[in-house]
């Protein structure tokens, strides 16, 4: 299942565009609708369910009043101020990943059919949809409407809505009609049933992706806009949105803000799913084209609420008057609810980066160890794995029903495998960092690249090379560290940063070298796997396939994760799949830290609980504290 995207070091992607991108700006978290856990359905009439998980029994159960981590009583209004690198030129979540640069808090306007919990792992609820069922095979899923479910113009919230917005995003968005590729067809059963048929039975976690799709009005997009002109959905608009959300928006100017004000007249706002949450009478989206401008508004209080990705600023940038008073808080919050992937990735779609001993000389020759010490002090640790800190992660040889897994596909993946873990390279020391770089310098020369006047070419006399793309300045810093280690092996390496949406477009047509991207796995990985390494990805524009993945021995592995039969044989299939990627070379793994690292104005309540697997969860579950904020000073 998909889940929102975060950088630890302010280097990947924007969190606009494709994939993840897209989920990111529409759902506050992923793994929204889960099935298979509950009682067992019967064959001819399955049961109406009103809550599903892959992972046990749902913690709450029908009649819940409210989540565990809100609070039911938090006071409503005022308003809070979050900030974006960049700009916007589209409220049209359809066309995100495909054109424009898609605006951040469109998703307070949208809604999904189902409401993910934020203290539970794949356990979902009712939102626009009141409840589902499905059969045994997992051969379809049969939402129903909640009756009182409206959008802002009053019309209700019908199956033809939903109908529709299935059909726009298949038809309009490659990443999405991938990602529904095994949904075959959707149509109304009812006065308000939609039924969603699935050419795959078997694969458990078709009900649950269905539940992430974010309904559009059919009315409004078959209409005409204010220009008399017949809207189109195939496009960018910077017309209002109208959606079924908590929030609509108030007004907006594309290179500086956007602002949505709370609807008082919401029709969800007394569900269990919705209590004590969107407390803010307004939410304002603040943009900047500077990280360091951004970081230098939050100092001089022009927004209230940071995720800091830079080490250096952690370290050294918070010392000024509002901090050292109290008026500014930095906390850090555990990250529990998803392993990661960060790294240098290769566009195998270069001929020279298709043989993997230059990729792994690539790593060979990162000297994370003393990057660490000097560019980031000492925050961070390396990532191993594309599961990293979680169950899912590969250790030590396979074993058990893991190793059976990879006896199946033996012919398939690297022989590796079986014998040997994988383990970065350790440098940090000049002894370290002359045995990794001789031993770089070797596969070099094996893969038919020599060194010569001090350049490292082939026998054609080109010489090896590799542009770095970002979009962030901050990712100077570390590129640049790492350049002349890659130079001591006579490669020619260059940097280009380009602005966000000139990064968005190279991204989408794969125009590229190498690249930092973050994958962002949820505990339970299922059928986005497919746009992450699969082969049918790797030549999609916009696909999440970055490195341009083709190995028949990941595509049958990711087949097994989703496929799984039980949470023994996911984490297996997981582990064998982690493992398999590891041994290929694709990255060069970056690092990570084990908790999210934020600052805000002293201006907010929130919970006695905290969500488990989402905090800080800011604003979702935050309030506006009158006394807090008349003792920090500043707006009102």
Same mark, same amino acid.
């Given at each position: 299942?998909?889940? !929102? ?37 019967? !064959? ?104 009182? !479910? ?23 968005? *490659? ?48 209409g005409a806009g204010p220009d008399g002109k017949p809207r189109d959905i195939r496009n960018t608009t910077l017309e209002a949105p109208l959606g079924s959300g ?74 000024? *008057? ?218 999609? *524009? ?13 595509? !049958? ?22 493992r398999v990627l590891l041994a290929h070379d694709y990255v060069v793994p970056q690092w990570t830290t084990p908790t999210t690292r934020t600052a805000r104005w ?35």
């Open positions: 299942m998909r889940i !929102a995207r975060t950088t630890t070091s302010g280097a990947a992607r924007p969190r606009t565009g494709a994939g993840a991108r897209l989920w990111a700006a529409l759902a506050a978290a992923a793994g929204l609708l889960a099935a298979g856990a509950l009682l067992p359905a019967r !064959a001819a009439e399955p049961d109406w369910r009103t809550a599903t998980s892959l992972l046990g029994t749902p913690k709450y159960q029908d009649g819940f009043k409210h989540f565990d981590y809100v609070n039911p009583d938090a006071p409503k209004g005022g308003a809070v101020r979050l900030a974006r690198q960049g700009a916007f030129d589209n409220f049209n979540p359809v066309v995100a990943g495909v054109k424009g640069q898609l605006e951040g808090g469109v998703g307070l306007v949208y809604e999904q059919l189902t409401e993910q919990a934020l203290d539970e792992v794949s356990t979902a609820y009712g939102l626009l949809a009141e409840a589902v069922r499905y059969p045994e095979d997992f051969s379809s899923v049969t939402y129903r409407l909640n009756s009182r !479910a409206r959008w802002h113009d009053g019309k209700p919230v019908t199956p033809e809505d939903v109908i529709f917005s299935f059909e726009s995003y298949k038809a309009v968005s *490659p990443q999405m009609a991938f990602y529904y590729s095994h949904v075959v067809k959707a149509e109304k059963t009812g006065e308000r049933e939609v039924t969603f048929t699935f050419d795959q039975p078997g694969n458990r976690e078709l009900p649950q992706i269905v539940g992430q799709l974010t309904i559009l009005p059919r009315h409004y997009w078959r908590p929030y609509r928006l108030k007004g907006f100017d594309a290179q500086r803000n956007a602002v949505y004000e709370r609807v008082a007249d919401y029709w969800g706002k007394d569900l269990p799913t919705r209590i004590g949450m969107n407390n803010f009478d307004q939410v304002r989206f603040e943009y900047y084209r500077d990280s360091t401008v951004l970081f230098e508004a939050l100092k001089g209080d022009q927004y209230d609420f940071r995720v800091e990705n830079s080490a250096k600023n952690w370290a050294t940038g918070y010392d000024f *008057p509002a901090v050292r008073d109290g008026r500014v808080v930095k906390e850090e919050f555990s990250e529990r609810a998803s392993g990661r992937m960060q790294g240098f990735v290769f566009n195998l779609r270069r001929e020279r980066f298709q043989d993997q001993r230059i990729r792994r000389a690539f790593n060979l020759a990162f000297d994370f160890e003393e990057m660490n010490k000097t560019v980031f002090y000492g925050l961070y640790q390396r990532i191993g794995s594309y599961f990293e800190g979680t169950e899912l992660a590969s250790k030590g040889l396979p074993e058990g029903l893991e190793k059976q897994i990879l006896e199946s596909v033996r012919d398939k993946v690297p022989a590796s495998v079986f014998t040997r873990p994988y383990v970065n390279p350790v440098n940090g020391d000049p002894t370290a960092v002359r045995d990794n770089l001789r031993e770089a310098d070797k596969l070099l020369k094996e893969a038919g690249w020599e060194i010569k006047g001090g350049k490292r070419v082939n026998a054609k006399g080109e010489q090896l090379s590799a542009e770095f793309l970002a979009y962030d300045p901050t990712s100077e810093r570390f590129i640049l560290f790492y350049k002349p280690s890659l130079e001591r092996l006579g490669i020619a390496v260059s940097l280009r940063i380009v602005d966000p949406s000139q990064y968005e477009n190279r991204m989408r047509s794969f125009d590229y070298d190498i690249t930092t991207d973050l994958w962002a796995q949820s505990l339970s990985p299922g059928n986005e796997q497919r746009d992450f390494w699969g082969s049918a990805a790797a030549d999609r *524009p916009g696909s999440r396939n970055t490195a341009g993945i083709k190995d028949a021995g990941v595509d !049958a592995l990711i087949d097994r994760v989703i496929f799984a039969k039980d949470r023994d044989e996911l984490v297996a299939a997981t582990k064998a799949l982690d002293n201006r907010f309540g929130r919970p006695a609980t905290m969500p488990r697997y989402a905090s800080p969860a800011f604003p979702t579950v935050w309030w506006w504290d009158a006394a807090l904020a008349q003792k920090t000073g500043g707006r009102q």
